[in-house]
């Protein structure tokens, strides 16, 4: 049996060893800093098994040497934002966990496969990338099989056809810059755009977009996990058994599409040494361009995340100049710069 870690026994982390433990594909260990939360998930999913027919072992525990040997490391800690908290200091509690948790991980893990959950998604996974100092292909951030699959349940419903005849693909951040590929999506190869009128398929891909704000919005307290459990369970799969499967993921280009230097959802064939290749498909010169500019606006988030958790001391006149450059900033008519409040992970 494989063995999977997941680090945060929250609702996206409990809802990925359930799913795990269906598929029958390996162990899962869940790990939190409330160990009694991970214990208590874990024999709750085991004692699916008579129901749902499966012996998978799924344990709980806050400690990481339980998590030794791993083949994929499933990254999901984190904290929502608290009363009186500024976004600014989220991101910073998050990186902070996120770099701590990936850091213990591959202590004992040093040759597992990471995928990274916790928003914002990039950033985080960048992070990962730049802590354990691992190959870039292995370490992979979920969102754009999430993303995509919202698109694919749109398409289904509106068609009244079986979502598994549906294939659409979400490039770019995950975030409201996100970049759905309408004319990549079909029903079993027939293209989307002859079965959907313009308009109504316009609406679903806005949809799309704000996905998870709209469940966001029902739930009130809390943000979506059934479908992005799924989601990190297909990933996982089409690691250990090597499916290589066509998956929209977030990884670093080495040039592909132009890009270099940034976490960015792309088209990748994922397979047991995790990222096995980046696909090239054409693109439309506004799908390249929309491309572009969310690769650079998580760049820019990046930025911003490096510079919260090392901050540089500067001089008084070295502040001086920069509140005068922020001044002008204000008075011309640019857009607004990026922090944490415009990343818009999208959940
Ligand atoms: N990438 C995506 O598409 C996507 C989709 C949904 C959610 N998310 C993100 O995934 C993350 C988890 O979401 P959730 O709904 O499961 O949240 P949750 O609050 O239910 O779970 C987070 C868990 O992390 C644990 N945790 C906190 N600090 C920890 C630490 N230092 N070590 C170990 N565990 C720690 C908490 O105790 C909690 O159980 C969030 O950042 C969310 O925004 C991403």
Do not use: W
Request: hydrophobic share 45%; aromatic share 2%.
């Amino acid at each position: 049996m494989y063995k999977v870690s997941i680090i945060g026994a929250g609702n996206v982390g409990a809802s990925a060893a359930a799913d795990l433990a269906v598929s029958q594909l390996a162990n899962v260990v869940l790990i939190d800093i409330n160990g009694g939360v991970a214990k208590g998930k874990a024999l709750d999913i085991v004692q699916t098994g008579p129901i749902l027919g499966h012996g998978a072992l799924i344990t709980g525990s806050v400690d990481y040497s339980a998590t030794a040997n791993s083949d994929v490391i499933v990254i999901t800690a984190g904290i929502a934002r608290k009363k009186d908290m500024s976004r600014d200091d989220l991101l910073k509690i998050n990186a902070g966990i996120v770099s701590a948790a990936a850091l213990e991980a591959v202590k004992y893990s040093p040759n597992a496969i990471f995928i990274v959950v916790t928003n914002p998604l990039d950033v985080m996974t960048s992070l990962v990338q730049q802590v354990t100092g691992l190959p870039s292909t292995r370490v992979i951030g979920m969102a754009g099989v999430l993303d995509s699959a919202r698109l694919e349940s749109f398409i289904a419903e509106y068609l009244q056809v079986s979502p598994l005849d549906v294939r659409a693909m979400v490039l770019g951040g995950h975030g409201d810059l996100m970049v759905p590929l309408p004319r990549h999506a079909s029903v079993k190869g027939v293209p989307v755009c002859d079965l959907v009128p313009a308009e109504i398929l316009d609406a679903m891909l806005k949809r799309t977009v704000h996905g998870g704000a709209e469940i966001v919005g029902h739930l009130v307290t809390g943000s979506a996990y059934y479908a992005p459990g799924a989601s990190v369970a297909v990933m996982v799969k089409s690691i250990l058994l090597d499916e290589r499967r066509l998956l929209p993921c977030s990884v670093m280009p080495h040039g592909e599409y132009g890009l270099t230097d940034v976490y960015v959802g792309l088209p990748c064939i994922i397979g047991r040494n995790g990222l096995e290749k980046i696909v090239p498909i054409t693109l439309t010169e506004e799908e390249q361009a929309a491309l572009v500019i969310s690769a650079n606006s998580i760049k820019a988030s990046i930025a911003l995340t490096d510079s919260l958790l090392h901050p540089v001391e500067i001089t008084e006149t070295e502040a001086e100049e920069k509140a005068a450059e922020a001044e002008e900033d204000t008075t011309t008519a640019k857009p607004p710069a990026p922090t944490s409040a415009n990343t818009g992970d999208a959940k």
